[in-house]
């Protein structure tokens, strides 16, 4: 137990993370993942830690050199399937432990039509993970005919909650304070599709006051012009409390005084 709650806090920061997933390309090619080394350089200064599958994790020259956690991706499919819901395991918890992982990450579609076989492979996966004191990631999405709202997605978070789950990641919505109050265990914010900064940084200001632990942020920093400045205010709004307001005065200031 004393291990993973070191790896833990590895990813979780005084309680708050900001994640970047990064594990994208398998599933469909997104600009700003040509180069993943020099992306995590620019950013690693603002994120706590970053999702990516085994391959990467293999091939990065500079992983080992970074203050990040890392999560290892053990799940994938892909946009040019006829089933991209249908989320296969493509790595073991054992390899990720090899490969110096802090925790691992499974995704696990709800209402798709393998959704019986990615709860039971959860399940699973939590227990051997517990075995090696190695924390669990859950992606857990409402997918399919299953409509995006507070139910669903409360639900969602309740199922990585009560199969094992060490956090969980969903999709956010407006009554979050729900979501959290029926799961007891970190719930990070997905980032979603890429969209405007300042209803990006809203809806994670809006997450953390209804006590949400962080979020999971992927191609709304590496797909930005300017990964490190958006990286670098949403780590303000997660760990040092700011308002949206407050960091774009700060931006302005920055600015202004010729510091940036």
Do not use: W
């Amino acid at each position: 137990m004393v291990g993973k709650l070191r790896r833990l806090r590895r990813i979780l920061k005084y309680g708050r993370t900001l994640i970047m997933p990064m594990d994208h390309g398998v599933s469909k090619i997104e600009m700003g993942l040509e180069n993943i080394d020099e992306m995590l350089r620019t950013v690693s200064d603002y994120i706590d830690a970053v999702v990516l599958h085994k391959g990467i994790v293999k091939h990065s020259k500079i992983l080992m050199d970074l203050d990040i956690g890392l999560i290892v991706h053990l799940s994938a499919s892909t946009s040019l399937s006829q089933n991209p819901n249908d989320k296969r395991i493509v790595s073991s918890v054992e390899n990720a432990i090899y490969l110096g992982a802090d925790a691992i990450s499974i995704h696990v579609n709800i209402g798709s039509e393998t959704e019986a076989e990615q709860l039971e492979r959860l399940g699973e996966i939590c227990e051997i993970s517990d075995s090696y004191g190695l924390p669990v990631l859950a992606m857990i999405y409402p997918r399919g005919k299953v409509e995006v709202n507070t139910d669903t997605v409360t639900q969602c978070a309740r199922i990585g909650y009560e199969l094992g789950a060490d956090i969980v990641k969903v999709p956010y919505v407006e009554k979050f304070s729900q979501v959290t109050k029926f799961c007891k265990i970190p719930v990070v914010v997905a980032g979603g599709v890429k969209e405007n900064e300042y209803e990006l940084l809203k809806k994670v200001e809006a997450a953390m006051k209804n006590g949400a632990s962080g979020v999971a942020v992927g191609r709304n920093i590496f797909s930005n012009p300017s990964p490190r400045d958006i990286a670098k205010a949403l780590h303000n709004i997660i760990h040092d409390g700011m308002t949206v307001e407050e960091v774009l005065e700060y931006e302005r200031g920055m600015v202004a005084g010729g510091r940036r």
